[in-house]
T-cell receptor, first 111, second 114 residues
């Protein structure tokens, strides 16, 4: 089983739609969780950290389910500028404290 | 806002040649990382560096790879004898508190091995 797994997509949604991505991780001892955004051939940029209680930042909501070992990202009112690849990052996966990246989920928002 | 800078942005080399990729992490950060991303694939961890030594490395980081922090600001990745499969985008990242803290990435060096 892969350490961090994501549905690669692409998710193709109209502007204004709500879209959700999930990410599963294999190591139950994992400690820190993040969502990064990566535009084509650019560096990953932190979108938000994911806390046990869930957290929200504007149109973005992240949640953690430790029992089922997954994290989610919800994007409301999608904008064209949200088109990107969303990377799930888990630390403490496989006994390491190194941030481990999922393959990413591609989102395409169309007019 | 402070940022991680990487040079060069593009590097083309012949197979078997040595390359050095350079990074200047954010000045007050203590943890440094190299990742790579082959086109269309995921971001893969290569090595982490703390307190002037390697703290962790992946299976990818074999004897052909080395890292250095030659002075107080630069952090370099050297590939001694490049292979075709080394062609990738190489990202440097830094963080200020290590485990559990977010990474700040440089804009990457696209390495093409011919």
């Amino acid at each position: 089983r892969k350490e961090v797994e994501q549905d690669p997509g692409p998710f193709n949604v109209p502007e204004g739609a709500t879209v959700a991505f999930n990410c599963t991780y294999s190591n139950s001892a994992s400690q820190s969780f993040f969502w990064y955004r990566q535009d084509c051939r650019k560096e990953p940029k932190l979108l938000m950290s994911v806390y046990s209680s869930g957290n929200e930042d504007g149109r973005f909501t992240a949640q953690l389910n430790r029992a089922s070992q997954y994290i989610s990202l919800l994007i409301r009112d999608s904008k064209l500028s949200d088109s990107a690849t969303y990377l799930c990052v888990v630390m403490g996966s496989g006994g390491s404290y190194i941030p481990t990246f999922g393959r990413g989920t591609s989102l395409i928002v169309h007019p | 806002e402070p940022e991680v800078t990487q040079t060069p942005s593009h590097q083309v080399t012949q197979m078997g040649q040595e390359v050095i990729l350079r990074c200047v992490p954010i000045s007050n950060h203590l943890y440094f990382y190299w990742y790579r991303q082959i086109l269309g694939q995921k971001v893969e961890f290569l090595v982490s560096f703390y307190n002037n030594e390697i703290s962790e490395k992946s299976e990818i980081f074999d004897d052909q790879f080395s890292v250095e922090r030659p002075d107080g600001s630069n952090f370099t990745l050297k590939i001694r004898s490049t292979k075709l499969e080394d062609s990738a985008m190489y990202f440097c990242a830094s963080s200020d508190l290590g485990a559990g803290e977010k990474l700040f990435f440089g804009s990457g060096t696209q390495l093409s091995v011919l």
